[in-house]
């Protein structure tokens, strides 16, 4: 959900990429919630973090506590930043109240990206690009 969010608030000249220290494919509730907000994240896929080992990133965000603890160390001159979401895969319950968990991390992502991209990337909030 959170590359969807900052795929969506970030410019087109902006490479996005997302990965997991337990990939595990993403979860059918996360593709739902997010194609109820306009978002298509059915595409997408998850990504093992080693992957990624020998980029150069401006920014590495973690947005749960395990993945900041298990994150490597990125040897770049990336800003690091950390923002503690629910975990929703954590979710327990009827299919609804699983749902709801996911609506509301949904939306507190949203919030978070939104705001990250307004203060990292102000060309597209001049642009208008939401």
């Known amino acids: ?13 902006v490479q996005v990429y997302s990965a997991g220290t337990h990939p595990e494919g993403v979860n059918p509730h996360a593709i739902h919630v997010m194609q109820t907000a306009g978002i298509d994240i059915s595409h997408h896929t998850s990504n093992k973090i080693d992957d990624y080992m020998d980029m150069d990133f401006d920014f590495v965000i973690t947005v749960c506590d395990n993945a900041k603890e298990r994150c490597p160390y990125f040897p770049t001159t990336s800003t690091n930043l950390h923002e503690s979401f629910t975990d929703p895969a954590n979710a327990t319950g009827t299919d609804i109240d699983q749902l709801k968990v996911y609506i509301e ?16 990337f102000p060309s597209s909030v001049e642009s208008g690009l939401f």
């Open 105 to 120: 991390v949904r939306d507190q992502l949203e919030d978070f990206f939104k705001r990250f991209a307004e203060e990292n």
């Open 1 to 13: 959900m959170a590359e969807g969010w900052l795929r969506h608030f970030a410019p087109d000249n």
